[in-house]
Structure formats: structure tokens, C-alpha cells
């Protein structure tokens, strides 16, 4: 059922929400923080809370409308979605089109914007004015992990709520236990267990996820030692069982390679890559470095 629990944490902002649900709720607002997973579960809860019709607090969760949001099929309700890929002026122009037709099944329409900093300055501006003065049914949540990015003008236009920061990092034990299925199917070359063992990193929050990826390349280093025989302590000796494996099943050449290309990913993490990106890299990118022929 859909409710504000499946938000960990930020009770003080869950309660704000609640109450705004209850009362009079902006037309536009703006999600920010830096777990792209929170703000997506964030925006769904509040999607059903403004499409709601059960009575009491909203979103009710049982509700017809309630249930079509956790569906993923209610008519009123548009989620963008593009990943890192710059939204363009002709998706604002869509959205203008789409919100000029009254609702289908309610008296709401609400419009969902994920990764809104990729917005380009042509797009923001044509959105100005759907932004400061929507139709009457219309309710607008822009998500952004980089909300400085937005202009100026835009950011003026919505009512803002931010998440609590995630935790920064994540211990060592834990990314050793989060990468050893990893590495383990690097070294028998199963790509479809890499792809698994990737997607078990998706949930990790932004700033923890490159502290796990330098983990992942400590650990490459310590198989490109290994596979040179060069006489040297391993910096993860929790993973010196998958480093071993992994030096015997790829030459130290491309290990080196595999170990630039983790260089690549931290920035694309600290340029808030997608984590379906990252996931599709350590399983594609990193398999071809290691095998193709």
C-alpha cells in the first residue's frame, strides 16, 4: 500500500508533506537531495496523495486512484523520466500540451519531473509560465539531485523540500560484501551474474556509491599485483579470495584497463550518472575490457 512509510527517515519533512496534502497543496514543487531512489519514492507518494479521494490523510493507499498510482496506470498521472539525458525544449513543449487537457478520471493532474537540473535553459523557459500559473487541476513535482543547476527563475517558482542528506559513505566490510558476488563473476565470466550483482548497488546512495567504486578499483589493484607476482599487501584483504580468482582469469593489461575505467565511472557518479548507467557499465564495459577479443 502506498504511504509515506516507504520513505526511510526524514520524519520532519514526511510530516510537513502530510500536513500541506491536507490543506492546500502547491501546484509546483521542487524535491532535492542526493539519493535519486528517495526522491523517485517521494514523488510517487506525493503523486497519489494529490490524485487521492479517500477521506482522512492522504494518500489514503486504498483508494481507486491510490491503487492506479502504485500500478503505475493512472491517467492523470505523466512521469519524465530520461536518466542523464538532456530534456529539451520540445518535452516542455509536450508537457504544455498535455496539461492544457482536463483531467481523465479525477479533478487532478499531476506531472512528474525526474532529474529536473537536465532541463536545458530552453526547456526551463518554455515551463516558466505552466510553472507560475498552472490550470487549476495541474500540480507539477520537479525532482533534482542538483538543484543549483535549475535557473534561478524556475527554483523561484516552486516550493522547495529537501531530503535529509544520506550517509556519506559505507564501511569497508560492507562494499566487501556488496563486491565479492561482483568480482566473483567478473573471474568466471558470467555476465548475467555481473548484471545482478551491479543492480544490488543501485540502492547505494550517490556519495556512498563512489566510495564503493574505489573500493572495486583497490581491489582491481590488488588482482594487478597479484597477477604480476609483485610482492605488495592487499589493500582489501576481504576480497583476497575474489582478487586471486580474478588475477588467474585476466591478464594484468586489462586489469590496468579495467582499472582507468573505474576512474571514468567515479566521475560519471559525481556527475550524477544514473544508476542504471553505472549498472549497465560494470556489466557491459567491464566484461568487453576484460574479454572481447
Not at 60 to 80: F, S, T
Request: glycine letters at 4%.
Amino acid at each position: 500500500m502506498i504511504s509515506f512509510d516507504a520513505l526511510a527517515g526524514n520524519n520532519a519533512l514526511k510530516n510537513s508533506l502530510k500536513h500541506a496534502l491536507n490543506e492546500r497543496f502547491p501546484q509546483t514543487v521542487l524535491l532535492s537531495g542526493d539519493d535519486p531512489a528517495a526522491l523517485k519514492t517521494l514523488a510517487t507518494v506525493l503523486a497519489a496523495g494529490i490524485l487521492c479521494e479517500g477521506t482522512g490523510s492522504h494518500p489514503c493507499g486504498n483508494c481507486l486512484p491510490c491503487r492506479k498510482v502504485e500500478q503505475g496506470v493512472h491517467p492523470d498521472l505523466m512521469i519524465v523520466d530520461e536518466g542523464e539525458a538532456e530534456l529539451k525544449v520540445d518535452l516542455a513543449r509536450q508537457l504544455k500540451a498535455e496539461n492544457a487537457i482536463i483531467p481523465n478520471d479525477g479533478e487532478r493532474r499531476v506531472t512528474v519531473i525526474h532529474h529536473a537540473q537536465n532541463l536545458n535553459p530552453m526547456a526551463q523557459n518554455a515551463l516558466l509560465k505552466e510553472l507560475e500559473e498552472p490550470p487549476a487541476y495541474a500540480f507539477f513535482i520537479l525532482t533534482a539531485e542538483q538543484p543549483d543547476s535549475l535557473l534561478q527563475t524556475v527554483r523561484s517558482r516552486c516550493t522547495k523540500f529537501a531530503l535529509e542528506p544520506s550517509q556519506a559513505a559505507v564501511s569497508d566490510e560492507e562494499a566487501a560484501s556488496l563486491l565479492a558476488p561482483y568480482l566473483s563473476a567478473v573471474a568466471e565470466r558470467r555476465e548475467d551474474r555481473m548484471m545482478l550483482s551491479a543492480m544490488g548497488l543501485e540502492k547505494t546512495p550517490r556519495r556512498a556509491l563512489s566510495g564503493v567504486l574505489g573500493i572495486l578499483q583497490a581491489a582491481v589493484r590488488d588482482a594487478i599485483f597479484v597477477s604480476k607476482a609483485l610482492p605488495q599487501k592487499p589493500l582489501q584483504p576481504a576480497l583476497r579470495k575474489q582478487t586471486q580468482a580474478l588475477a588467474g582469469a585476466v591478464s594484468a593489461e586489462r586489469l590496468l584497463a579495467v582499472y582507468d575505467f573505474i576512474d571514468v565511472l567515479i566521475d560519471r557518479v559525481s556527475r550524477n550518472a544514473a544508476s542504471a548507467a553505472v549498472t549497465c557499465a560494470l556489466t557491459s564495459d567491464i566484461y568487453r575490457i576484460c574479454y572481447a577479443s
